[in-house]
């Protein structure tokens, strides 16, 4: 059971704008930054959020974070197939970092 | 360009010990706050061990406190994570990371990771 909840699908068709939830509690995402990963298995995970919205450099403009409260989301518009793989969110919870458990994006 | 290599991983007896390495270049290692995380198979990703830039703060996932030990050498821009009394379930990818920015704590950059895989 990871602290964080996240839904374990989604999906979209090319082009569509589609969101991913992260849930949490005031230990973790209620007063601390999110983060977000994409991570194909068998490749090393790659960081698309941090600090709850901001991109590091090379991360398309498509992938967008917010959060409010105790919770998060990652957007991705004009959804390509190439999006297609699993994503994390993460946060800082108490001396400890925190994970969703992951949710795997299918391109239709 | 950023570059972490993990090695030291392999194939281990319950009870035993390991110590995995994570060489970095590319950046100015003694500036970043470093973490090791890992994925066990099927499973989704999970914390392990963080460590600051001077090493003055340190922090572990529960699951394996007291018996592993993160450091790192900035002389050698190298990090460490020191592994004994391993279970199955520490079966597992390991990576190393390097925080976004400095000053941040979190995951950003990480390494291709390396197997460990504890089994008699």
């Known amino acids: 059971q990871s602290v964080l909840t996240q839904p374990p699908s989604a999906s979209g068709t090319p082009g569509q704008r589609v969101t991913i939830s992260c849930s949490g509690s005031s230990s973790n995402i209620g007063r601390n930054y999110v983060y977000w990963y994409q991570y194909l298995p068998g490749a090393a995970p790659k960081l698309i959020i941090y600090r709850n919205n901001q991109r590091p450099s090379g991360v398309p403009d498509r992938f967008s974070g917010s959060k409010s409260g105790t919770s998060a989301s990652l957007a991705i518009s004009g959804l390509r197939s190439e999006d297609e793989t699993d994503y994390y969110c993460a946060a800082w919870d108490d001396y400890s970092w925190v994970f969703g458990g992951g949710t795997k994006l299918t391109v239709l | 360009e950023v570059q972490l290599v993990e090695s030291g991983g392999g194939l281990i007896q319950p009870g035993g010990s390991l110590r995995l390495s994570c060489a970095a270049s590319?950046?100015?290692?003694?500036?970043?706050?470093m973490n090791w995380a890992r994925q066990a198979p099927g499973k989704g990703l999970e914390w392990v061990a963080y460590i600051s830039s001077s090493s003055s703060s340190i922090y572990y996932a529960d699951s394996v406190k007291g018996r592993f030990t993160i450091s790192r050498d900035n002389a050698k821009n190298s990090l460490y994570l020191e592994m004994k009394s391993l279970r199955a379930e520490d079966t597992a990818v390991y990576y190393c990371?390097?925080?976004?920015?400095?000053?941040?704590?979190?995951?950003?950059?990480w390494g291709q990771g390396t197997l460990v895989t504890v089994s008699s």
């Open positions: 590319g950046f100015s290692f003694s500036s970043y706050n």
């Open positions: 990371a390097r925080a976004p920015v400095e000053g941040d704590a979190g995951l950003g950059y």
